[in-house]
């Protein structure tokens, strides 16, 4: 056999090898001919240029030039200023010429006013118009379209060889290296549970053997569930400085492209990259949006496609890789089961609201960079916003410096965090003169609201009562629970029920007309009775079922149309059920307040003569 027919016998793994290399020839090639386009192109307007305005000088330095006299010839264009002057050189006279550009906004006119130059002289003498295109121009277009030219032929060609000159299906995650986040567990506060978790991760992270050994699997994901701003985002970067390793940050929207089959390859790229740079975390924001229920309205064919790569990937992942999966959501009920079971994500950590004693810590950390009085009272802020999530109280905070900035004081006051605390709840104060027919309706309205509170019984307590607008409010009635609640008993919801409807129950007692203010009242007292029917079993007639609609429940295979799970006769009785909730509430507020009338037209003067009522300042109207 010859040698030819030996070498046509090679093995095929070099044919494959030799394509990609001349694609990255041809791409190559591309890069380098723009690049010398480029060089040519800027050598030549240098050349041109240098030859014709000569070297580039300040343009206070023309403008000196000019005031003093120092020059043969001054020409001006439109944007840029030239000047010849005549220097001596070894005993011979030579022409220097300089130039330089007047940037764009830039008065040149009023420039050589200020410095006692002829305005006048100069724009008739000096000025001439700059010719549109130039020599060097011409050559530079020439160049530039020969590559694009080039470089369209050539991608062309790759495109129909196969070829990417893109690649879409590279991740976008970020890398950080562990310590390099600049956040560890002493910067999270508030959730002391929830960071004794995942400590167990950082130490898993840090001695995988101590686990392997004794036969123990490391967990490959960790879901962290919770609502918006509870600082899930920050306990994965605390967990990755803790335990100073690489962390691919990435987002479940991130995924998402317009080419089908680009998320599954994002997916496929970051967890060979984490792979490499294993002990490592990824971490994946908002999982939510490419980890949605299949099979349902929730979820699009190629989010599924995406979704099947990563349930791909972390079943791939050994226990020798050492390499943990974060993620984050704020809808843990949408997630697809498959994603949740042991093996995927095995632990499901929920993020909570923080509690008095959290908001405490929360604040003490945010307040580290800021400046207050003495004698400001944190812990009385942390009473006040019970509810508020650890974003909330950071914002707080900042508007509170915020509004001591603006007045030019050095320190943060009492005053700017409480002001705070109600921009933050309720909006910003709003300016302009009000009628007063409307304060007339908005004190009876906010007097109904408090009064019918302070007489019902298991109704939150009232903290302020104020007829200054705020948001999208005429007036305020601010409610303070005593103290941190995981239960909500079915009276309690019921007493603030109908303190909720009592405004406009005031309204037609004491104005005997009602307005449009209780809109906002309405929407809350109508979700209240839902919630109760439809969620929490509280109706007797309908029982303890939850009745929820057509796109939570259609992947159990049924629905009677409309957008619900449940048929028309109960979608009747629900209605009816909501409605005399909430008509029930309403007679009872009349109730009171016709029985209270004293009360309300004290806090109605009080309004009136204030505009803002506090708590104990309304408590004392019921001391006789």
């Known amino acids: 056999m010859s040698e030819e027919k030996k070498e046509n016998k090679g093995p095929k793994v070099n044919i494959i090898r030799i394509r990609p ?25 240098s050349i041109l240029g240098s030859n014709s305005k000569g070297s580039e000088v300040p343009l206070s330095e023309i403008v000196l030039y000019i005031s003093e006299g120092e020059y043969e010839e001054v020409i001006l264009k439109d944007d840029m200023v030239l000047i010849s002057q005549i220097s001596k050189v070894e005993g011979q006279e030579v022409v220097e010429k300089k130039y330089a550009l007047i940037p764009a906004g830039v008065d040149f006119y009023g420039l050589l006013s200020d410095s006692e130059v002829d305005i006048k002289t100069l724009q008739n003498d000096y000025y001439q118009p700059r010719l549109g295109i130039s020599i060097g121009d011409i050559i530079s277009f020439v160049f530039l379209f020969a590559g694009l030219g080039l470089a369209y032929m050539l991608i062309k060609n790759m495109q129909r060889s196969g ?69 899930k985002t920050l306990l994965a970067r605390a967990v990755a400085g803790q335990a100073g390793v690489p962390f691919f940050h990435t987002s479940g929207s991130e995924f998402e492209e317009m080419l089908v089959g680009a998320g599954a390859s994002r997916v496929r790229d970051l967890f060979t990259k984490a792979r490499k740079a294993a002990p490592c975390i990824i971490f994946i924001d908002e999982i939510d949006a490419v980890a949605k229920k299949r099979g349902t309205v929730l979820h699009s064919g190629a989010g599924e496609q995406t979704l099947n790569q990563i349930l791909v990937e972390m079943d791939g992942l050994e226990d020798r890789e050492n390499v943990i999966v974060l993620a984050a959501t704020n809808r843990p009920d949408v997630l697809d089961p498959a994603i949740l079971r042991p093996g995927r994500f095995d632990r499901l950590v929920v993020v909570p609201m923080p509690d008095f004693q959290g908001r405490k810590e929360i604040i003490q950390v945010h307040a580290k960079n800021k400046k207050f009085e003495e004698g400001v009272d944190l812990d009385l802020i942390a009473k006040k916003t019970i509810g508020y999530s650890g974003a909330d109280l950071e914002n707080l905070l900042n508007e509170a410096a915020i509004m001591a900035a603006k007045e030019d004081r050095k320190k943060v006051t009492q005053g700017d965090l409480l002001e705070s605390y109600l921009k933050v709840k309720l909006g910003r104060k709003k300016k302009g003169a009000i009628g007063e027919e409307d304060i007339k309706v908005t004190a009876y309205h906010e007097a109904g609201h408090a009064i019918v509170a302070k007489f019902t019984k298991y109704a939150t307590p009232v903290e302020q009562v104020s007829i200054i607008p705020r948001g999208m409010s005429g007036g305020v009635t601010v409610y303070l629970p005593e103290d941190d609640k995981k239960h909500v008993y079915k009276d309690e919801m019921l007493a603030n029920l109908i303190s909720a409807v009592g405004g406009r129950a005031a309204e037609e007692l004491f104005i005997g007309r009602i307005s449009t203010g ?52 109960y979608a009747e009785m629900i209605d009816s059920e909501v409605k005399s909730l909430i008509d029930t509430a309403y007679s009872e507020a009349k109730k009171t307040l016709s029985q209270k009338k004293e009360y309300v037209e004290k806090l109605v003067k009080m309004l009136f003569e204030n505009e803002v009522v506090s708590k104990d300042e309304f408590d004392s109207i019921f001391v006789d």
Not at 520 to 536: C, F, L, W
């Open 21 to 45: 290399k001349k694609k990255n020839a041809q791409l190559i090639g591309v890069i380098s001919f723009i690049v010398m386009s480029l060089f040519l192109t800027y050598g030549i307007n």
């Open 518 to 569: 209780a809109s906002a009242d309405i929407e809350q007292a109508t979700a209240v009775a839902k919630e109760m029917v439809t969620q929490y079993g509280m109706s007797e007639k309908l029982g303890m079922v939850k009745y929820g609609d057509m796109e939570e429940t259609k992947h159990l295979g049924y629905s009677y149309g409309g957008g619900r799970d449940f048929s028309e006769k």
């Open 163 to 231: 070829g990417q000159i893109m690649d879409f299906g590279q991740s976008k995650a970020k890398l950080l290296f562990g310590k390099k986040t600049g956040i560890n567990f002493e910067d999270v506060a508030g959730i002391d549970e929830v960071k004794e978790e995942l400590t167990e991760i950082v130490d898993f992270l840090k001695e995988p053997k101590k686990y392997l050994n004794i036969g123990a699997r490391i967990p490959k994901g960790v879901l962290l569930a919770g609502a918006p701003g509870t600082g």
